[in-house]
């Protein structure tokens, strides 16, 4: 089968691709479960906001290590 099922051809970008969702999942993820952390200690607590940003704030910033780190180690190999 020839056209977009010739992996050898299009090897390249489908793995660029296969990176980039990955990276965008591991923000969203990140910063998602932070979130519902802040909110849960916020409902827990009795607090009206102050959780939720703070963990959405370190959701961002580990999402955006994280994702720094799985860019870091595939462009390692090349």
């Known amino acids: 089968m020839k ?3 010739d992996f050898d051809k299009n090897r390249k970008w489908i793995e660029d691709l296969a990176l980039v969702s990955q990276v965008g999942l591991t ?3 990140s910063v ?5 952390l802040g909110y849960y200690l916020d409902k827990w607590l ?3 906001a102050i959780f939720k940003i703070l963990f ?3 959701g961002i910033i580990g999402g ?3 994702a720094f780190r ?7 190999d090349n």
């Open 3 to 5: 056209g977009l099922f």
């Open 27 to 29: 923000v969203i993820g």
């Open 32 to 36: 998602l479960f932070c979130l519902f």
């Open 46 to 48: 009795g607090f009206k």
């Open 56 to 58: 959405i704030l370190l």
């Open 64 to 66: 955006g290590y994280a």
């Open 70 to 76: 799985q860019i870091q180690e595939r462009t390692k």
